[in-house]
T-cell receptor, first 116, second 113 residues
Framework: DSGVTQTPKHLITATGQRVTLRCSPR?????VYWYQQSLDQGLQFLIQ???????AKGNILERFSAQQFPDLHSELNLSSLELGDSALYFC???????????????FGPGTRLTVL | AQSVAQPEDQVNVAEGNPLTVKCTYS??????LFWYVQYPNRGLQFLLK??????LVKGSYGFEAEFNKSQTSFHLKKPSALVSDSALYFC???????????FGAGTRLFVKA
């Protein structure tokens, strides 16, 4: 158990809908990362937050957004869902996540999103 | 731009034999290198990392990796494979001072009894 929790574990929805995925980092970790894992694209970095502020952006679509709250949990919002958004979405956390640190990222169990 | 390549989609090895999972990387500056393992329906688990110092890094479950700067490689090794090592292995790189960690496509390791 990495100490990172994600809810829900599974999510089935229809095209055009909006969903919210939730992540609680390990106790004391300030950074949260979101990744998308699909069969054809592999593991893609979406976005990173550090202590409530966006720190780095990867291949995140404009239909997707995220935020990190004062209690450090994070939410990833996916809107206008398409079939191609079906994937595993992972959250990871690290102690700091600044450019100069060497912290390891610890991954949650993931949320499997199925868009029908 | 940084990148990481895992040239083999799948590695097959017999139980008890040594295993190697290959990884090469490209960064502008000094690399931070990581190996993760993913079991079915689970998140990624950290195995080991290279930041600086000794080129041979030892990690969890008997795995080790060797950093080779001239060949820009960071191959994962284990002297004696177990059936339970069968999983998906990811190499990742982050440039020192950078924020993004880039993951390879993954290599599926299959250990046959």
């Amino acid at each position: 158990d990495s100490g990172v929790t994600q809810t829900p574990k599974h999510l089935i929805t229809a095209t055009g809908q909006r969903v919210t995925l939730r992540c609680s980092p390990r106790s004391g970790d300030l950074s949260v990362y979101w990744y998308q894992q699909s069969l054809d694209q592999g593991l893609q970095f979406l976005i990173q937050y550090y202590n409530g502020e966006e720190r780095a952006k990867g291949n995140i679509l404009e239909r997707f957004s995220a935020q990190q709250f004062p209690d450090l949990h994070s939410e990833l919002n996916l809107s206008s869902l398409e079939l191609g958004d079906s994937a595993l979405y992972f959250c990871a956390s690290s102690a700091r996540g600044l450019g100069t640190d060497t912290d390891t990222q610890y991954f949650g169990p993931g949320t499997r999103l199925t868009v029908l | 731009a940084q990148s990481v390549a895992q040239p083999e989609d799948q590695v097959n090895v017999a139980e008890g034999n040594p295993l190697t999972v290959k990884c090469t990387y490209s960064v502008s500056g000094n690399p931070y290198l990581f190996w993760y393992v993913q079991y079915p329906n689970r998140g990624l688990q950290f195995l080991l990392k290279y930041i600086t110092g000794d080129n041979l890094v030892k990690g969890s479950y008997g795995f080790e990796a060797e950093f080779n700067k001239s060949q820009t490689s960071f191959h994962l090794k284990k002297p004696s494979a177990l059936v339970s090592d069968s999983a998906l292995y990811f190499c990742a790189v982050r440039e020192a001072g950078g924020f993004k960690t880039i993951f390879g496509a993954g290599t599926r390791l299959f250990v046959k009894a």
